[in-house]
């Protein structure tokens, strides 16, 4: 199937692959060809992309949606940087961005939707020390 990734910046990824892994705001899910009709939001988390080597390309996500049909997989996302440009350093610099806007925010969705996005990069960052 084909998969698409897409960020405010560039193309990150276009070309064929077997599975697609992305992290769906109600829950992981991993999207295989003949895969029904979907359209979902992601939370912070990597998509894994497995092509026909078995080789995987890793691209963590910050928000965003997919759109799934049978052949096509479309991710349109928010921020998104590739494994081998990402570094701890990285997502400390971003986790402490979002605690400035956090900090900053007037109302208790706002800091709550911010908390929800540093607990999701937490995550990730430790997923990348393995």
Known sequence: MHFEL?????????????SVLLPGSEGDLTVLPGH???????????????????NGERVLVRGGFAEINQTVVTVLAERATPLEELTPDKI?????ELQTRRDGADD?????????????????????AL
């Open 108 to 128: 208790e969705e706002g800091r709550r939707a911010a908390d929800a996005l540093i607990a999701q990069l937490e995550e990730a960052k430790s997923a990348l």
């Open 36 to 54: 029904a009709p979907l359209m979902t939001a992601l939370k912070a988390g990597f998509v894994v992309a497995t092509n026909h080597k078995d």
């Open 92 to 96: 400390d610099g971003e986790i402490l």
């Open 6 to 18: 897409v960020s405010p910046e560039r193309i990150l990824f276009s070309g064929e692959v077997e």
